[in-house]
């Protein structure tokens, strides 16, 4: 399981609602220490003594809670938990050291790629290796410049360590885009600064696939369970 922002309580009801049973996990990994994405890790491990893997910049930020297993991620080395391959990556982020992460397991590939400002030619790289990618299209930049965060904060989320836009998406996929990309999920899609039929209709039309095909994780309902063919 990658993250955890909810209450135990959330975290729970969400993992029912999959059909995964707590016990079933065999690993949490932490991608930044930012609330939103750590806050029920501690917890969670703690009650059903699960292992959690961060960087050490993550876990020296304080904020873990108190963690009775874990592991560290030393220089961004892969690793492996049972048969999945981890391939950790390094991004540009206003947290210590933020990392996100893709998956290997029986020839396919699958990344997970949110909460960056900008991305760098390694990222390019890795990404073009991949199956199936979740991408962060947090906001327009339209919507975002003129919408009702101060402007420290728009500085923030629009600058080089904050979160992509709608366009930085669009032109890392078009950087990416090969025949081996099967399975596209557009994630962290604002509620203020966007607008998931926006992301939908801009990201399909921007790689040529039907809109149906690009798949929008919503902020309550999450997504389902999808397969790599």
Request: charged share 25%; proline share 5%; hydrophobic share 35%.
């Amino acid at each position: 399981m990658v993250d955890c922002g909810f209450t135990l309580k959330e975290t729970l009801k969400r993992l029912e609602r999959l059909e995964v049973a707590p016990t079933e996990l065999d690993a949490l990994l932490v991608t930044h220490e930012h609330q939103d994405h750590i806050s029920g890790i501690g917890p969670l491990s703690r009650k059903f003594d699960i292992p959690v893997w961060s960087t050490r910049g993550s876990l020296l930020s304080g904020k873990c809670g108190r963690l009775e297993r874990y592991s560290i991620i030393e220089g961004f080395q892969d690793f492996h938990i049972a048969d999945l391959k981890v391939m950790p990556i390094s991004v540009p982020h206003d947290a210590r050291e933020p990392c996100q992460y893709m998956f290997e397991v029986a020839g396919k590939r699958l990344a997970i790629l949110t909460d960056l400002g900008s991305y760098t030619p390694e990222i390019v790289a890795t990404l073009s290796t991949c199956d199936g990618l979740l991408l962060e299209c947090n906001h327009d930049e339209e919507m975002l410049w003129q919408g009702p965060y101060p402007r420290s904060l728009k500085q923030r989320v629009g600058g080089p360590l904050g979160h992509m836009s709608n366009r930085q998406a669009i032109e890392l996929l078009k950087s990416v885009m090969n025949d081996r990309l099967k399975l596209l999920i557009a994630s962290h899609i604002s509620e203020q600064n966007n607008c998931p039929k926006l992301v939908q209709t801009s990201v399909a039309e921007s790689i040529g696939w039907p809109e149906e095909e690009v798949i929008i994780a919503q902020q309550n309902e999450g997504f389902g369970w999808f397969t790599l063919d």
